[in-house]
């Protein structure tokens, strides 16, 4: 029982690294889209058209048939060795030659970022990233107290010389952070030549790279150059996931990396929770040992071409004079930078009112955001709601302008 005035003492002390956790703006924004007659283009989320339903309802009744009490019963931290098997045949098939001992299945490649925050980032030590990067990467990293350093970046990628420039700029550097392959959330990819000259700088930086690649599948007319890893396997650690070509609800992934650094990561993950589920990977492997993934991805990029392509067309139509974009080669974004005069954030609001709603670019940069970006998602709604969701946006980014407009004439 209290009495008086005095409130009752919290029992509750947060660790300051706490204060340092904030919520993802994609999730928060998904909220709002699922209100009655929005269409969202907001949500990095594949299409579950593509989820193969067939496919995993059969494997998962063999896994159960064949194995039921070694899927169900815990298993080891580094994965399932037939899968981790098949991840480091996959990868010799694009050059990058690692043995299956390299590689440790994750619970979403996103648990990846978050075992490098643990094993590599001590309070205060700089990170290197690209502007924009993607911002789950920003949420895993930042609990650990790091000093974000935003490395200069064209439609190319990183600049060479920006991360050649690291010793003097951010010493110390624990590691670079690169999207190599259709990045989220610019869509960009990395070609051969820039490839090659990051890989040379990090080299002469002495900076590891932590190179992220769940979209390299997702090419549209041809597959991107080999990856980082393959170019400097002792220097790069390597995250891949099963998320865009399977299902993301499965929530698996892997990381490939140097030995000396593996049983480190192997360690974190055993602390965070002992292993990834054992029967997901079970099925998963029964699904894709075969060759599925050979016929099936194909399909996915095929839908996805024709989505990008008809966002292409509305953009085109739509958006007011003065916007930019690329349409990207691969993967499954738009990143749009609109006209002088419009602030994405504080737009975002009207746009939801009209039916459509986007991910503003801001979270996206570790310092200075440029506010005019947003992303826009094309693969989760059909062509003609992208149209309608397109024209929406057109709409509202119109009326604001006109607005703006009439404002400054006398």
């Known amino acids: ?47 579950p058209d593509t989820f193969p339903v067939e496919a995993m309802r059969e494997a998962t009744a063999k896994v159960l048939a064949d194995t039921p009490k070694e899927a169900l019963q815990y298993a080891a931290s580094e994965g399932f060795g037939p899968l981790r098997e ?48 993607y ?13 974000f350093h935003s490395l200069a970046s064209d439609s190319a990628g990183p600049l060479p010389e920006a991360i050649e420039r690291l010793p003097h700029d951010a010493p110390g550097t624990r590691f ?29 930086a002495h900076v590891p790279l932590i190179e992220d690649n769940p979209y390299g599948d997702l090419w549209f007319d041809e597959a ?10 002792e220097g790069t650690v390597y995250l891949g996931s099963f998320s865009k070509v399977l299902a993301p609800g499965l929530r698996l992934g892997y990381v490939v990396a140097p030995p000396e650094l593996y049983p480190k990561l192997l360690q974190a993950k055993q602390a ?21 993934l050979d016929q099936h991805v194909p399909t996915i990029r095929a839908r996805y071409k024709a989505q990008r392509d008809a966002m292409a067309a509305a953009l085109a139509e739509h ?24 602030h994405a954030m504080a737009l975002l609001p009207k746009a939801v009112a009209a039916g459509v709603a986007y991910v503003p670019g801001e979270p996206f940069y570790a310092h200075a955001p440029d506010t005019r970006t947003l992303r826009l998602s094309f693969v989760t709604l059909s062509v003609d709601d992208i149209r309608a969701a ?14 703006e407009l009439a404002e400054e004439t006398p």
């Open 86 to 133: 098949w991840v480091a045949a996959q990868l010799a098939r694009q050059g990058q030659q690692v043995s299956p001992g390299q590689v440790l299945i994750t619970t979403g490649s996103q648990q990846g970022l978050d075992l490098m925050g643990k094993v590599l980032i001590d309070a205060g030590a700089p990170v290197a990233v690209e502007t924009p990067t």
């Open 319 to 342: 958006l007011p004079e003065g916007s930019e974009w690329a349409a990207p080669l691969g993967g499954m974004f738009f990143w749009i930078r609109l006209p002088a005069g419009c």
């Open 1 to 47: 029982m209290t009495t008086g005035t005095t409130p009752p003492q919290r029992p509750w002390t947060l660790a300051q690294r706490a204060a340092r956790m904030n919520p993802s703006i994609i999730r928060e924004i998904l909220k709002v889209t699922e209100q009655p007659g929005v269409l969202s283009l907001a949500g990095g989320l594949p299409s």
């Open 176 to 204: 670079a952070y690169v999207l190599p392959n259709f990045q989220n959330p610019t869509g960009r990819v990395i070609p051969e030549a820039r490839r090659q000259a990051v890989v040379a700088a990090a080299q002469r």
């Open 272 to 292: 965070a929770d002992l292993h990834t589920p054992g029967f997901n990977q079970r099925v998963v492997h029964q699904v894709i040992r075969d060759g599925f």
């Open 224 to 233: 991107p150059p080999a990856p980082l890893a393959a170019r400097w396997p």
């Open 390 to 403: 397109v024209a929406a946006l057109g709409g509202v980014l119109r009326r604001h302008l006109n607005e």
């Open 135 to 147: 911002l789950g990467a920003l949420q895993a990293f930042a609990p650990y107290e790091p000093l």
